[in-house]
């Protein structure tokens, strides 16, 4: 139904208003508690509603997408929605169900390799990232049945009892599927904005406090010290979930420093970009000068020239366009890292180390603007506490993503999980608008490559203390 819909909605090129869609199915996974053993019948039970919430979050992403519109890969770092969707799927049926599931058939012999992302220890047969949307075979719906396929599957396996090994990987597939259903999000919206029509993922305004104006930055002492970062797992709870880049938990010793009260907005880099930042080479690193000389980058991603805004900028977001003299109080998104440096030292400041936002995060409640608020783009804060660190972008670092001291990949072929790409990466922390909220802790390391710019990304400022 949802796809006749969709497919009824395209068949006209002007814009057609689309079903509001319903956020309840975002919300059930972070409110089951973990279990520490599955082989009761209560940990199960939590474990199959975990599974059901979270493939429920995908379809519901996708409620509104064409086949079409699944096809698309517009840059070579997104991936179609509907290789997204195979691909989880695969994840789910390679290290769960064949290990675990007695007598399991896989739904194809060809699947087993054909989504494949990269991990190598499966077999060469890898095919190439950027000829994904050259999938038109196998079509949609033999991609929905493989997912069919493989949920009747995890429910025969999850109607049993099953050792802990097992729950671990499928809690890992359901993180797994988390961060792909937020690459789902970039990488339609991309693929949107790409298209000459800019159709928007979504209706209506995210801007529902139009008023609203971000507090002046205020700066947050911390005394620094020898301190401990990194996940901590729970010793009575064997299912404890992290991924293996964020342990083990260790000491760093921090300088004093200080860290802003809320993201940088979109008026304050505005200022940055009308000072002439992106033509004056004191402000960059040379791989960034190199960068944006190159790619000829004057504003952050999604923003156009527009006249007719007192601006002379407008925003593509998931809802479409909208008028930058709209958004100017919200967090700017979309900049890669060599712009986030070069704001930082046109600011007199510098980005926060992973340590010292890790140790500005810890204690703070784990709430924000988040993919369950629905807002699908970064929101203006009221407060001067210390906001924003949850939601809204992620936040670069100056931190190089590499091992922690004593860090061990998981063992098999999940060792190239997260391990094999510590090199020419920086970490950003914090999550974004379209993270789900159950997905995000304050030790969680996300990475990218320092031009990367389609992923929310953002600026926080720090400083050494003055103390
Ligand atoms: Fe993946």
């Known amino acids: 139904m949802n796809r006749i819909l969709a497919l009824r ?90 290990p675990f599931l007695p007598d399991y058939k896989p739904f194809h012999q060809d699947f087993r390799w054909l989504f494949n992302s990269y991990y190598n220890a499966l077999g060469s047969q890898i095919p190439e990232k950027r000829i994904r949307a050259s999938l038109s075979r196998p079509s949609l719906d033999q991609i929905l049945d493989f997912r069919a396929y493989v949920d009747r599957a995890m429910e025969t396996l999850l109607g049993g009892r099953i050792d802990n090994e097992a729950a671990r990987l499928i809690i890992l597939g359901l993180n797994h599927e988390q961060q792909h259903q937020e690459l789902m999000l970039t990488d339609i919206k991309h693929a949107f904005f790409v298209n000459l029509l800019h159709p928007a993922y979504d209706d209506g305004s995210f801007v529902d406090e139009p008023n609203i104006s971000a507090p002046e930055l205020v700066w947050h002492d911390f005394s620094g010290g020898l301190l401990e970062i990194g996940y901590q797992p729970d010793a009575r709870n064997s299912l404890d979930f992290c991924f293996d880049n964020e342990t083990p938990r260790h000491r760093v010793y921090l300088e004093p420093f200080q860290i802003a009260s809320r993201d940088v907005t979109c ?110 783009h970064p929101a203006a804060t009221k407060s001067s506490g210390i906001e924003q660190m949850f939601g809204d972008c992620w936040e670069w670092t100056a931190s190089a993503y590499s091992a922690y001291p004593g860090y061990k990949p998981l063992p098999g072929p999940l060792s190239e999980y997260n391990g094999k790409f510590m090199s020419s990466q920086m970490i950003l922390r914090g999550g974004s608008c379209v993270t789900p909220a159950s997905h995000v802790r304050p030790t969680y390391r996300n990475f990218f490559q320092p031009a990367t710019r389609w992923q929310f990304t953002g600026i926080r400022l720090a400083s050494a203390s003055n103390s």
């Open 9 to 98: 909605l395209h068949t006209n090129l002007a814009p057609q208003p689309r079903r509001t869609r319903t956020l309840t199915l975002f919300r059930p996974a972070q409110q089951i508690p973990l279990k520490p053993e599955y082989a009761q019948e209560e940990g199960l039970s939590a474990l199959r509603s975990q599974y059901k919430a979270v493939r429920s979050v995908t379809c519901s992403l996708t409620a509104n997408m064409s086949a079409e519109d699944q096809m698309v890969q517009s840059c070579p770092e997104a991936s179609p929605m509907k290789w997204h969707q195979a691909h989880t799927t695969w994840f789910f049926e390679t290290f769960v169900l064949h």
């Open 267 to 376: 008026r304050e880099y505005l200022e940055f970009m009308l000072d002439d930042a992106y033509s004056r080479a004191e402000f960059w690193l040379s791989e960034g000068w190199e960068t944006v000389s190159h790619l000829r980058w004057e504003a952050p991603l999604y923003w156009e020239r527009d006249a007719t805004d007192e601006t002379g900028w407008r925003v593509f977001t998931l809802r479409g366009w909208h008028p930058l003299s709209a958004l100017l109080d919200t967090p700017v998104c979309h900049v890669s890292y060599f712009e986030a440096d070069a704001f930082a030292r046109w600011r007199g400041c510098r980005l926060p180390t992973e340590a010292e936002w890790e140790i500005a995060a810890s204690g703070k409640t784990l709430a924000g603007n988040l993919l369950d608020t629905g807002k699908l």
